[in-house]
């Protein structure tokens, strides 16, 4: 960390638990009797409260999205080349929301958080959310900070998922919904992808049906081959090509199974560091939640008839190495959009690196990005 903090950056920030007393009903038929959200803050809220934007995460995303907690951070929020002032969201103009959603392992009541009724963490007694679970407390949470109608929802991946939610849970109450590297449903193979991660998770001898708290362990096994599995996803083979090639460590074979190329050892690197950083019950939950996203479901798998609820403009961006989430799903969107007579626009985004481009600042992406969120702080008189 630098003795001083860079100029466009939202500074030091701290994050605040909020508890909520009222249950919360969920789509699995479950209630949640009282729960937390932990979230950040950048900027100021305007004084008719017309300027916020929520900012909705990944699957392993936090509230933690800019600035940095203290002086001694080596790095800042996961998405603060995007937020801060001079960034696309100007925290100049506009007063940014970020959360920890409900299920999550970073403050909010999940399956590492004590039950009440029990006295001991949730794991796996914790109740399957929905994305909609999350918009729904999403949108009680902007009434505790008095945002009646956010500005702009935005997201990337997860995040877009529910920024699209957003539109059509509560049309009346957002403006813009920006939805960046996102699906509105997941394709069979990606289930397939999650559905290896879990089982992964579940086959590790130290996952005791989801209770492993109770043993005092935890499945890193596990954890770290389902990361490993979904890292793989996330870029691209060029990016990958670019970064690691077929480099080995040692510039040499050693005919074993250790690590020998570099991609190798990348890969462990970042599933061990996941695996003792992210709780697995909350790994399975969240992608759960990305399976069970449809919102065409409800309507004979019609997505345009779906996307008559909504009446915010949209804003849809695209990566073209995404092959998680790629363009096409964002073009079947878009389509479903423009027949449905909604607002759109849209942009593919010629970047290298896969799904994980919607979280690096190239030009033309924060040049879109930047654009059209100068025209909602427009609007709005910020």
Known sequence: MPDSLPPDSVGIVTPQTLHFDSPLTLACGQTLDSYDLVIETYGTLNADASNAVLICHALSGHHHAAGYHSMDDRKPG???SCIGPGKPIDTRRFFVV???NLGGCNGS???NATNPKTGKTYGPDFPVITVQDWVHSQAILADRLGIECWAAVVGG???GMQALQWSLSYPNRLRHALIIASTPRLTAQNIAFNEVARKAITSDPEFHDGRYHDFDTLPRQGLMLARMVGHITYLSDASMGEKFGRELRDQAYKFGYDAEFQVE???RYQGERFSESFDANT????T????????????DNNLAAALTQASCEFLVLSFSTDWRFSPARSEELVNAMIAARRKVS???IDAPWGHDAFLIPTPRYTDIFGAYMGRVAREVGA
Do not use: C
Not at 283 to 286: E, W
């Open 78 to 80: 996961w998405w603060d």
């Open 98 to 100: 970020s959360l920890n």
């Open 109 to 111: 009541t999940g399956p």
């Open 157 to 159: 991946s997860l995040g």
């Open 265 to 267: 050892s990348y890969l």
């Open 283 to 286: 790994y399975l939950l969240m």
């Open 288 to 299: 759960r939640a990305l399976d069970y996203f449809d919102p065409a479901y409800e309507f």
């Open 346 to 348: 849209y942009a593919e």
